[in-house]
């Protein structure tokens, strides 16, 4: 079974909806859901990375959103006009717009959602519960889009591999050679409604009997790749190896000619491909380039940005200087055993007085990616440039 980090609930007659999310701050040592009620409570989980993950993030704060305005409907507090009611679920929408701006999805969820609120004000005979309840329904169908989307994601990417790489033709005609795939930061289950993005492309691969091995980087300094993707790939029972983010170029080195791809996600793709995500994905791209491995971006269409030029339009933004000088974790005791039941210790790990920098992301020019892999499928390069205009088209 898929791990499931966000847990949703509709409205029934008597209760509202409600929403829990895994805290994947305690991850992989504790597994504790948190209730999210309030738009409040979701803007401070998602600035605290207690969700993350682009996908994930638009879906909380759309959901946490549907929780607030059903628990007033329940409740029957909702009096005001319809026009009022779009204006709040407005007000609402670009507060928690703010909670991370580097992640489109989070700005095309909030775009879409105010479009549905305007249009079910401007019905004839509009309520104010009505336009609650068409923003309720979208944004559970948001959650439910996204699982179907990434699924198809996966298979997209697993066949696209299987097809246009070495590794990946030796392995369909004999089961005997191996096929691995690295990947980067965290792009499951915890990063999406369900089932991932990048890793769920790895997920698809070893459905198809593709896959022998997957290889995590730690992704320093949050840990998203030791805390998270090793969480769901052990969850999963997939082969997996642990690597640090200074131990890539090593791999690839020696396993060249069993790596099929190098496999990210994205938290913002521009117009000409270049594409924003987790500090270090930059340069896997250029040592993916240098050794011949293939670089591939997954992502939903809803990460395209067509209003962003390129990458030098991207805003990164920049997190605090003790996510690199320290380090969070639980104890051990003297022969090995986690204590999960205590409170976790803040170690410090550099200089006292030392200057940080610490950009969340990198941008990777397109120019060293080989394919963007999305729900309806593959973009490659035509003469040298990313054209996504036509994915819009498609349903």
């Known amino acids: 079974m898929v791990l499931q980090a966000i847990l949703y609930e509709p409205a029934s007659t008597s209760s509202p909806p409600s929403l829990r999310i895994l805290d994947q701050l305690l991850l992989p040592h504790r597994t504790t859901y948190e209730q999210v009620s309030t738009c409040e409570e979701a803007h401070a989980a998602i600035k605290q990375m207690k969700v993350r993950g682009a996908p994930a993030i638009a879906i909380v704060a759309a959901l946490a959103l ?15 006009a319809a026009e009022v009611v779009k204006e709040r679920l407005n007000q609402r929408l670009e507060y928690l717009k703010t909670s991370r701006p580097t992640a489109v999805n989070l700005g095309d969820a909030v775009g879409k959602l105010k479009i549905v609120a305007k249009t079910a004000a401007l019905q004839p005979e509009a309520t104010s519960d009505s336009v609650a309840q068409a923003y309720i329904a979208a944004a559970e169908r ?6 179907s989307d ?23 005609q004999d089961k005997g050679q191996e ?6 930061c965290n792009t499951g289950s915890l990063a999406t409604a369900g089932y991932g993005t990048a890793l769920g492309v790895i997920r ?10 997957a290889y995590c980087t730690e992704t320093r300094p949050y840990n998203q790749g030791s805390r998270l993707t090793a969480y769901e790939l052990v969850h999963d029972h997939i082969p997996a190896t642990l690597i640090t983010d200074s ?7 020696k396993e060249g000619d069993c790596l099929a791809a190098i496999v990210v996600g994205a938290d913002r793709v521009a117009a000409n491909g270049d594409t924003a995500n987790k500090i270090g994905t930059h340069s896997l791209a250029v040592l993916a380039r240098h ?34 000088t320290r380090i969070k974790g639980p104890k051990i005791n003297p022969d090995g055993r986690i204590l999960v039941d205590e409170d976790a210790e803040v ?27 999305t729900e309806v499928g593959v973009v490659v390069k035509v003469e040298g440039r990313f054209e996504f205009g036509s994915l819009f088209q498609k349903s």
Request: aromatic letters at 4%; charged letters at 25%.
């Open 347 to 373: 170690i410090s790990t550099a200089a006292d007085g030392i200057d940080v920098w610490n950009p969340a992301f990198d941008v990777t020019p397109a120019d060293l990616i080989d394919g963007v892999i």
């Open 204 to 213: 698809s691969l070893r459905a198809a009997d593709m896959l022998s091995r």
């Open 150 to 172: 990434n699924k198809a994601i996966g298979e997209h990417g697993a066949r696209w591999i299987e097809q246009n790489t070495t590794v990946g033709r030796r392995r369909k």
């Open 66 to 80: 549907a929780v607030e305005i059903g628990a007033m409907v329940v409740a029957k507090k909702l009096s005001d």
């Open 247 to 253: 131990m890539a170029c090593a791999l690839l080195a």
């Open 142 to 147: 948001m959650l439910i889009d996204d699982v």
């Open 291 to 324: 050794h011949g491995v293939k670089f591939l971006v997954a992502a939903p269409r809803t990460t395209i940005d067509l209003g962003t030029a390129s990458g030098q339009d991207i805003t990164i933004e920049e997190r605090a200087p003790e996510e690199v």
């Open 179 to 184: 096929l691995k795939v690295l990947t980067h």
